[in-house]
């Protein structure tokens, strides 16, 4: 009998679940709310409960269940202990060894939920037929992941795949959430976008549409207005292609993945995203036309239960 397996995506204010079969069919999703008080204690217990609950109405023994990955928001280490978790209160604590004894002792595995979700999209994915992926999520800041012959690579500190803190700006004065200075995430992501916007209207006169938004512009708004011909807006997000499509260069020569998978709200503007950061990769990689593609992710919320179930399954 072909056993199943249950994805967990850990998140700041909710924890997604997921029960799969091994083939990567997705059979039961649901989520449980992030306790995140007196240090996260909660969170655990509260998965594991909801987990036994599910199984239980589904008629499934702990024996059917292969095992459960688990996407958590930090770097973690090789025996599966993170440090710290900032947005859950944890310190030093081993969540899949912890989960692990929860649930029967089935098998746990863990990992950043960023290079979880890299996982997911290869597996079920913008990435599927692939082997070597990077995956780079625009969202509120800047996250990335990568695969190399369908495994993840963490490095020695979990610290691999973190594109959205390469150096790109040397000018840039104000500091990004990780202490450093002209991170990729300052420009690209979605908070970075709408700040590059103000700083954009707030230096010139040009007309444009954002001005109706002002200091609330978003950066939908900036993308929309971009598509729509609005040429404030378009210099935006030149500015923000221009690095995104360096940032994947640079990457490429150090992994050379056969695809880069976009994911996040801001891909949400599609091929039209796509095709502004390519011209800006392809001019900054000319010591090949043999290339990895650029494609966006599919999986949308979902791909941190798919890759964190797939996690269990190497």
Not at 77 to 92: A, F, T
Not at 164 to 193: P, W, Y
Not at 218 to 243: F, I, P, S, W
Request: proline share 3%.
């Amino acid at each position: 009998m072909d056993k199943k397996c249950i994805g967990v995506d850990v998140g700041g204010t909710s924890v997604k679940i997921g029960l799969f079969e091994e083939d990567g069919r997705l059979l039961k999703k649901w989520e449980v709310r992030t306790r995140k008080e007196e240090d996260g204690k909660h969170i655990l217990p509260d998965v594991a409960a909801s987990i036994r609950q599910v199984l239980e109405e589904e008629g499934i023994s702990f024996d059917q269940i292969k095992g459960a990955g688990m996407g958590v928001p930090g770097p973690v280490l090789p025996d599966g202990s993170v440090e710290i978790c900032v947005n859950l209160g944890w310190h030093n604590v081993n969540p899949q060894k912890e989960l692990s004894a929860m649930l029967e002792n089935i098998p746990v595995r863990s990992g950043n939920d960023a290079n979880v979700a890299a996982l997911g999209e290869m597996w079920q994915g913008g990435g599927k037929g692939y082997r070597d992926i990077v995956m780079i999520t625009l969202g509120t800041g800047v996250g990335g992941g990568v695969i190399l012959d369908q495994k993840i690579v963490s490095g020695a500190h979990g610290l691999a795949g973190e594109i959205g803190h390469f150096h790109m700006r040397d000018e840039e004065k104000e500091h990004c959430n990780c202490g450093g200075t002209g991170c990729l995430e300052q420009v690209a992501s979605a908070t970075g976008i709408a700040r590059e916007a103000r700083r954009k209207m707030a230096s010139c006169e040009t007309p444009s549409v954002l001005r109706e938004y002002g200091d609330k512009v978003t950066a939908k708004n900036v993308l929309d207005a971009a598509k729509a011909g609005d040429a404030l807006a378009d210099e935006v997000v030149e500015v923000v292609c221009r690095y995104l499509g360096q940032a994947l260069a640079q990457a490429s020569m150090m992994v050379d993945p056969e695809i880069f998978v976009i994911g996040g709200g801001v891909s949400k503007a599609g091929q039209y995203l796509i095709d502004r950061i390519y011209g800006y990769y392809d001019h900054f990689t000319p010591i090949s036309k043999n290339k990895a593609k650029i494609g966006l992710a599919t999986l949308g919320n979902d791909a941190g239960i798919y890759g964190a179930a797939r996690l269990i399954l190497e």
